[in-house]
C-alpha cells in the first residue's frame, strides 16, 4: 500500500501524509466527490503519489515530505506534466511558504497553511495556518568555550558546595534552581577537561575541588565577571559596610574579610589583614546611595559588585554579617592572584579537610 | 564595641567616670555627660577597625537642677580626688582626669574661670563656651562599664550629636584661634567628623535650627557654624587638616579630607532656623 516510509514516528513521512490527506478532505463541500488514495506505481522522486479525484477534476499528487524543520525551500523536482509536487511538513516558514508558491510547488504543513496549485485542471485552495512554529525543534546545545560568565560560576559554587558530586544534571539544575542548558555545558566542559571521574553516563563526580576552582578561576573573576566597581564612601569604610549590611538590601561580604571569617575557628587564620571590603548586592544604585559610595577606582576600599544570585546561593550569617558561600569566596579570591589567591587556597584546603 | 576593640586608657576614663557618677549620686540630675565618651555613646564605633578612645571623662552641669548640697567639689575631694590647677579639674585615684563644666551662656557673666553657683565650692566647676547646647539637646542612656568584672549601669543625661558637634566646633575655634599649639588636638576634629558620619550631618544641622529657637541658643550655634562655613571656603583648612591628621588607617587623606568637606556642607544646608 505504501510506496516510501522513511519515518514511521510522529510527525515521520507516513503520519505526515496521512494527515495531509485528512486535510484534503476536509478541503470541499459535503456532497462534492472528494476521493484521495495512494497510487500504487512507484515513483522513487516521491515519498508518495496520491490520486486525488475532486469533483470534476482529478489530480496526481507527488508528495515530497520534509520532517525536519524547512529553512529554505528545496529545488522543484523535474516532475513531468502528470503531477501535481507538494511539499509536506510540520511547519513552513512564511518566507519558504512564499519561495515555494513562486517556483510552482503546493505545499501543506501540519498547522494548517495550504497551496494547492494546478493550471491542468485548474485547482486552487490557498489556507492559512500559524506563523510560527508551535513545535520548534530544541536548538543544538552551545559548547561552553570558558567559565567566566555568572551562570557558570553559579553552577561550579553549587557543584562544588555540593561536596564536588550531582547524581543527574536535571535533579542538580531543579535542586539548585540553575539553568538546565547552562549546567550541562559547565558539566561537558569540566568533562572535555578531565575535571570529572568517569562514571560512564553515572552521576556527575569532581576528581579534584582545588583542580576545579582553580581552572574556574583562569577564566572567572569577581571584578570582570561582576562588573565590580570600587568605591570609597563618606561615612568611612567601617559605617559604610555597616549602613549595607543593615539596609535590608540583599547583599554578602566575600574576599579576604570573609576568608578571614571563614578561618576563625579554624588553627589557621588569613595571612593578610582585610583592607578592602568586597560585596556582592542585589541593587547596587541603591546602595551608591544608601552608603554614599563615589566611585574611587584607585584608592577605593569598598568594591561592589551586582549579582541576582543571592535568592539561590543564601549567604551564611556569622556575628551578624552575610557572607557569600565558602567556596565563591575561593574562587573570587583565586581569581585575584597573588597572596589574595593564597588565601583562597587555604579555605579550599580547609573546606575539603572538613567535607572530603 | 567589642571588648578587643576598646583601648585600655578608654576602660580606665570610663572606670573613673562611674566612681564619679557614683559619688555624686545625690546631684545625678543636673549632671550631662559630655566630651569624647558622649560622642562614642553617640556614634558607636561597633564594627570599626580603629579602636575608639579617650582618656577623660567630661560633665557638664545644669546649674538650674543642681542643688546647693552637696558641694560636689568638696565630695570628690573628701573621695580623694586631686584638685589640678583649673576650677573644675579634678585628678581621679585611678590617675584619670574629670573635669565638670558649666556652659558660660547658662551663668551671668564673670572675669573668673571659676563657675558662680549656690552652694559650691569655687573650685568646684568652670565656665566653658559651646556646652550651652547640652542643656537643651540631652537624653538618658545607660552608661556601662568597659571591662567584664564591672556589672555597673548608670543612667545619664547625656548629649545629644547637634549639642556635641557645636561643643567640638567651639573648642576648636578657640583652640586654633588660640596662642598654644599644643592644645589643638586633632582627635577633637575626628570626633566632630565622626558625629558627622555615625550621626548624619543633615540631622544635626535640622535638630540645630531646632534648638536655634530656645534662649540663648542661636549666638553659640551662630558661632559655632560661622567658624565650619568659613574653614570649608578656606582650600588650606585648619579644620579638614586636622581630621585628615586623625584619619584611620583604611582612608586616604583625599577620602577624609572630600568627606569633612562634604558632610560640613550638608550640616550646614540642613540648618536653616525659623524665621
Not at chain 1, 120 to 145: H, S, Y
Not at chain 2, 129 to 140: N, P
Request: net charge negative.
Amino acid at each position: 500500500m505504501f510506496h516510501v516510509v522513511r519515518n514511521g514516528s510522529e510527525n515521520g513521512t507516513l503520519d505526515l501524509v496521512e494527515r495531509f490527506m485528512s486535510a484534503l478532505r476536509t478541503m470541499v463541500p459535503i456532497g462534492t466527490l472528494n476521493r484521495i488514495q495512494y497510487e500504487q506505481a512507484a515513483d522513487s522522486r516521491w515519498d508518495a503519489v496520491l490520486a486525488w479525484d475532486v469533483g470534476s477534476a482529478s489530480l496526481r499528487l507527488g508528495v515530497e515530505v520534509k520532517i525536519s524543520s524547512v529553512k529554505v525551500a528545496p529545488q522543484r523536482p523535474a516532475a513531468g506534466s502528470a503531477l501535481t509536487p507538494v511539499l509536506v511538513a510540520a511547519f513552513l516558514p512564511r518566507a519558504v511558504r512564499r519561495e515555494l508558491e513562486n517556483q510552482g510547488w503546493s505545499y501543506w504543513d501540519a498547522t494548517g497553511n495550504t497551496l494547492i496549485q494546478s493550471e491542468t485542471p485548474f485547482v486552487a485552495i490557498r489556507l492559512d495556518g500559524a506563523d510560527k512554529d508551535p513545535d520548534p525543534e530544541p536548538r543544538p546545545p552551545t559548547k561552553l568555550r570558558s567559565l567566566k560568565g555568572r551562570a557558570a560560576s553559579e553552577v561550579i559554587v553549587a557543584l562544588l558546595q555540593n561536596g564536588g558530586r550531582a547524581s543527574t544534571i536535571r535533579d542538580f539544575a531543579r535542586e539548585h534552581r540553575l539553568p538546565l542548558g547552562t549546567v550541562s555545558r559547565v558539566v561537558s566542559l569540566l568533562r572535555e577537561e578531565n575535571l570529572l571521574e568517569p562514571t560512564g553516563g553515572g552521576p556527575i563526580v569532581v576528581t579534584d575541588r582545588l583542580d576545579v576552582a582553580r581552572r574556574w578561576a583562569d577564566d572567572y573573576s569577581f571584578i570582570k565577571s561582576f562588573r565590580a566597581r570600587r568605591y570609597y564612601s563618606l561615612n568611612g569604610p567601617d559605617l559604610a559596610l555597616s549602613k549595607i549590611v543593615n539596609s535590608g538590601i540583599p547583599c554578602a561580604i566575600t574576599g579576604v574579610r570573609a576568608a578571614q571569617n571563614w578561618l576563625e575557628d579554624t588553627p589557621q587564620s588569613a595571612g593578610l589583614p582585610a583592607t578592602d571590603s568586597w560585596l556582592y548586592v542585589a541593587d547596587r544604585a541603591q546602595v551608591e546611595r544608601i552608603a554614599d559610595l563615589a566611585v574611587d577606582a584607585r584608592d577605593g576600599q569598598i568594591v561592589v559588585a551586582e549579582c541576582d544570585f543571592l535568592d539561590r546561593e543564601r549567604p551564611r550569617v556569622s556575628n551578624g554579617l552575610p557572607y557569600v558561600t565558602p567556596w565563591r569566596i575561593v574562587g573570587d579570591l583565586l581569581s585575584a592572584g597573588g597572596r589574595q589567591a593564597t588565601v583562597g587556597e587555604q579555605v579550599a584546603d580547609d573546606l575539603i579537610r572538613r567535607w572530603p | 564595641m567589642s571588648p578587643e576593640q576598646v583601648a585600655p586608657e578608654y576602660v580606665a576614663a570610663r572606670r573613673a567616670l562611674l566612681d564619679v557618677l557614683e559619688l555624686l549620686e545625690p546631684q545625678r540630675a543636673g549632671l550631662i555627660l559630655v566630651g569624647a565618651q558622649a560622642v562614642y555613646l553617640r556614634a558607636p564605633a561597633d564594627g570599626a577597625q580603629r579602636a575608639a578612645y579617650t582618656t577623660d571623662g567630661d560633665l557638664a552641669i545644669d546649674p538650674d537642677l543642681l542643688s546647693d548640697d552637696p558641694d560636689i567639689g568638696q565630695v570628690l575631694v573628701d573621695a580623694g580626688y586631686q584638685r589640678l590647677g583649673n576650677p573644675g579639674a579634678f585628678l581621679a585615684p585611678n590617675g584619670v582626669e574629670i573635669d565638670l563644666m558649666v556652659p558660660e551662656g547658662s551663668v551671668g557673666t564673670s572675669s573668673r574661670r571659676s563657675a558662680a553657683l549656690p552652694g559650691q565650692s569655687r573650685f568646684t566647676a568652670r565656665r566653658t563656651a559651646g556646652l550651652e547646647l547640652a542643656l537643651l539637646d540631652a537624653d538618658t542612656m545607660r552608661i556601662a562599664a568597659l571591662e567584664e568584672t564591672d556589672a555597673r549601669v548608670i543612667e545619664l543625661l547625656v548629649a545629644g550629636a547637634a549639642a556635641l558637634a557645636v561643643a567640638k566646633l567651639v573648642k576648636l575655634e578657640e583652640r586654633l584661634g588660640g596662642p598654644r599649639r599644643d592644645r589643638i588636638l586633632s582627635k577633637d576634629a575626628g570626633d566632630l567628623l565622626r558625629l558627622l558620619r555615625y550621626c548624619d550631618a543633615e540631622v544635626i544641622g535640622a535638630r540645630l535650627a531646632e534648638l536655634a529657637v530656645h534662649e540663648g541658643a542661636a549666638p553659640v550655634i551662630e558661632r559655632s557654624l560661622s567658624f565650619l562655613r568659613t574653614e570649608l571656603a578656606q582650600p588650606e583648612s585648619n579644620l579638614v587638616g586636622l581630621t585628615v591628621e586623625d584619619r584611620g588607617p583604611n582612608e586616604t587623606d583625599r577620602q577624609v579630607a572630600d568627606a569633612t568637606r562634604e558632610l560640613g556642607r550638608r550640616l550646614l544646608e540642613a540648618y536653616r532656623p525659623r524665621g
